[in-house]
């Protein structure tokens, strides 16, 4: 008994190995998730956390609020105008009220809506187009000649002249000023992309993609873009709340969306001569102004760090 029991030991401790030809290409790393890694990054660090949620909790009190204010610029508030004016912010009127009895909590937060859907709306446009030109752009020589051209000419035109000719011809509102920001836009951002993709478009890769006779545009959409997302994602953060600002200052300078639309350039154009009596007029907007324009940057740059798989350890 003792014998078979050692010999089946033996055969337990010692068996022959079995042999699998498709063992040696077994991967022993853990299984990588390339989204997944960018929200794990993304959330580790707690400031970013803070201000993503900031962020969030103003685009969607500024989207959502002025539906069930019924806030309009043109009608003007049915009270009594002159114990509704210039009321200091209390418990019952948050910001305060304006010089003809508006709610400022109201006009503030319409304003930030049209602000942020005209910001999207122009980055989501002139990252379309320059993203598609800009492949294209860069990957191709003989459409670098001539579109080399027409950047030098479009880049010496002065945005702000520009933009009151528009104005002045298209009259102001939130198409025009859409149309305003994005028909020139759209270059700057397709000359980025384009200096990217002359950077690794001749690597062996893309030489050895060549060689098996790969279309340019697949080699573009496969090979090329992929690479470029975190550059991307760090473009257009910047863009948001750049388009922010000029909205704000072509409304300002009384050429954004006129008297039809809030903005909150025109308020702080309208609330700068109350500064010495009542300062909150200005600063609320200016405020609010800074923290969206801020965490939209901040989150923005966060998200295309974190788009980077060289931060993905």
Known sequence: MMEEKIVN?????????????????HIAAPKYSYWKSVWRTFFRNKFTVAVAILMLVLVLFALIQPSFSGYDPLVAPNVNKEEMRFVKPCAEHIFGTDNVGNEVFDVVWAGAKNSIIISFVCTFINMIIGIAVGAIWGFSK?????????????SNIPFLLL???????MGAGMGTLIFVMCVTDWIFVA???????MIIRDREYNLASKCLGTNTWTMIKNNILPYLISVIMTYAARMIPSLISYEVFLS???????????????MISIYTSYMNGYPHLFWIPVTVLALLSVSLYIVGQRLADAADPRTHM
């Open 191 to 197: 000359y980025f992309i384009r200096t990217q993709v």
């Open 163 to 169: 933009a009151m000719i528009l104005s002045y011809v």
């Open 9 to 25: 030991n033996e055969k337990e401790l010692f068996g022959f190995a079995s042999f699998d030809k498709y063992e040696s290409e």
């Open 252 to 266: 300002y300078m009384g050429l954004g969306l006129g008297v039809t639309k809030a903005s909150l350039g025109r």
């Open 142 to 154: 003989k459409m670098d000649k001539w579109m080399i051209e027409v950047y030098n000419v479009v």
